[in-house]
């Protein structure tokens, strides 16, 4: 069984094309960017009306399958009016092809492919995206959240430090490479328990940036302060689920010094990190056909998007 995936939750539109045995036949994506300025929904929902037609050409193109058994797409969460542009060229697409639609879970796709791309067998997982800062684990059949941000994602705080210091979007990887060059400035560490918040701590650097202080030294310092935060909860995870595993997933993973961080905490606990390969981190059709195909057994009563859904509501019965 072969399986076109689309992925349309925020900034990525994308396609990918995979076999029921992980094997990627292409994969596809264009991703809505500024200079300035961070995601306006609506904008953001035109860049993939725009780019569709010819993502989904050059995936098909590139993929040299003379078959496709199964059309994927992502129902959810994600920004609704993008939601809708990969929910609409899905049912164009199942119907001119005359094959399934499914719609899955944009979150759990995340969690899946990991597993698939990585060795990783029962691991605490670290989700971070835009919206996203979870601590789950698979436990009775759900993925199970075991600790999550009260406030914003970092991906999303990221972004809007990026915003605030004029870097464009997205803004991570322009915080990384900053921050190699900063130095250490003390800024609230908030920790609550299991979960944590960030709003704080950026709208603190914002002030101070306002005040005079450099760029690199607040992303050097947020980066610091932030990742050590995550590090902590996941730890602490880690001992509460007498676990062995850790595994990175979703685009702010990509991050060498929060890998890194992760990779230390395992050391010393006597556990393994696992971290999904770059070029899989951010948001892509792959993983978006490879849960269609974990749940091709499954009849889809109608398809719709879920903006709000989350993996919690949702039986693992696929795996």
């Not at 990969?86 to 979150?107: F, M, Q, S, T, Y």
């Not at 996203?132 to 990221?158: C, V």
Request: hydrophobic share 40%; net charge positive.
């Amino acid at each position: 069984m072969i399986c076109l995936g689309i992925e349309s939750t925020a900034h990525t539109f994308g396609a990918g094309i995979v076999s029921k045995k992980g094997k990627i036949f292409s994969d596809v994506r264009d991703m809505y960017l500024t200079q300035e300025g961070g995601m306006i929904p609506n904008e953001v929902a035109e860049h993939h009306k725009e780019v569709k037609e010819e993502v989904i050409r050059k995936v098909i193109e590139q993929s040299k399958v003379k078959k496709i058994d199964l059309i994927a797409y992502s129902r959810g969460p994600g920004i609704g009016p993008c939601l809708h542009v990969g929910l609409n060229k899905a049912k164009e697409l199942a119907e001119d092809l005359g094959v399934p639609l499914i719609g899955v879970n944009h979150a759990i796709s995340h969690l899946t492919s990991g597993l698939l791309y990585t060795k990783a067998k029962n691991p605490v997982m670290l989700y971070l995206s835009g919206a996203n800062t979870q601590i789950i684990a698979l436990e009775g059949g759900k993925y199970r959240i075991f600790g999550e941000t009260e406030d914003i994602g970092l991906g999303n705080a990221l972004d809007k430090l990026a915003r605030g210091l004029g870097l464009g979007f997205p803004g991570g990887p322009k915080i990384e490479q900053l921050a190699k060059k900063g130095k250490w400035i003390e800024l609230p560490y908030s920790v609550k328990g299991m979960d944590v918040t960030f709003s704080g701590i950026i709208t603190r650097v914002l002030d101070l940036y306002k005040k005079g202080e450099k760029k690199e030294n607040i992303c050097y310092s947020v980066q610091e302060t932030c990742f050590s935060m995550i590090t902590e909860v996941t730890e602490r995870a880690l001992a509460h689920l007498n676990k062995k595993e850790v595994l990175l997933i979703g685009g702010v993973a990509a991050n060498k010094r929060l890998t890194r961080m992760i990779e230390k905490m395992c050391e010393g606990r006597k556990a393994k990190s696992y971290a999904v390969p770059l070029k899989y981190a951010g948001d892509n059709g792959v993983q978006i056909a490879w849960q269609g195909l974990l749940e091709s057994g499954r009849v889809e009563k109608k398809a719709d998007v879920r903006p709000y859904e989350r993996i919690d509501e949702i039986t693992v019965d696929f795996l």
